[in-house]
T-cell receptor, first 111, second 112 residues
Framework: GQNIDQPTEMTATEGAIVQINCTYQ??????LFWYQQHAGEAPTFLSY????GLEEKGRFSSFLSRSKGYSYLLLKELQMKDSASYLC????????????FGDGTTLTVKP | GAVVSQHPSWVICKSGTSVKIECRSL??????MFWYRQFPKQSLMLMAT?????????EQGVEKDKFLINHASLTLSTLTVTSAHPEDSSFYIC????????FGQGTRLTVV
């Protein structure tokens, strides 16, 4: 099975940088995803890590350490529209791409 | 990027009726699709894995006779909520896997 932990809520200021952490325990690891979800909408893909290290994509970066079961999502130059829930999801290698989601971190960006 | 289309976006139905939700992968073939349910302020909970041409695999606690899944082609999976009750009111989301998981727009079901 899989166990995924991420903070419930975070608050940050517009223009700042925020790091959302995710720790996981899994019986078979096949990639970690970060998704953004605005209220009432489906999740949208942000990043995918399968090897250790940092993946950068514009204002968003994601880091993975498989040995530590740890990932973080880094958001730079925060904008008000970044206020959303951020979901960490781990895909296992035992069942054709099934992903388990964390409970999500609700980020509030304040002026 | 790949697109997954889910229909309808929202539906209101009477208690005891059935509702069908469609999930289509528009530009890639998906042998596997996933159905999730999300209650307010909670994360996505996997309900079942839909396999093209074979029976779906349901997660523990999900009634397969209540949530009927059909994956008749490589681009279409359907979820039918049978004999819906108010407690089935939720946000249902499908996803199809390529390199990453692509999500449909979601269906908000309200049972009255």
């Amino acid at each position: 099975g899989q166990n995924i932990d991420q903070p419930t809520e975070m608050t940050a200021t517009e223009g700042a940088i925020v790091q959302i952490n995710c720790t996981y325990q899994t019986s078979g690891f096949n990639g970690l995803f970060w998704y953004q979800q605005h209220a009432g909408e489906a999740p949208t893909f942000l990043s995918y890590n399968v090897l250790d290290g940092l993946e950068e994509k514009g204002r968003f970066s994601s880091f993975l350490s498989r040995s530590k079961g740890y990932s973080y999502l880094l958001l730079k130059e925060l904008q008000m529209k970044d206020s959303a829930s951020y979901l960490c999801a781990v895909r296992d290698n035992t069942n054709a791409g099934k992903s388990t989601f964390g409970d999500g971190t609700t980020l509030t960006v304040k002026p | 990027g790949a697109v997954v289309s889910q229909h309808p976006s929202w539906v209101i139905c009477k208690s005891g009726t059935s509702v069908k939700i469609e999930c289509r992968s528009l530009d890639f073939q998906a042998t596997t699709m996933f159905w999730y349910r999300q209650f307010p302020k909670q994360s996505l909970m996997l309900m079942a894995t839909s396999n093209e041409g074979s029976k779906a695999t349901y997660e523990q606690g999900v009634e397969k006779d209540k949530f009927l899944i059909n994956h008749a082609s490589l681009t279409l999976s359907t979820l039918t909520v049978t004999s819906a009750h108010p407690e089935d009111s939720s946000f249902y989301i499908c996803s199809a896997q390529d390199t990453e998981a692509f999500f449909g727009q979601g269906t908000r079901l309200t049972v009255v």
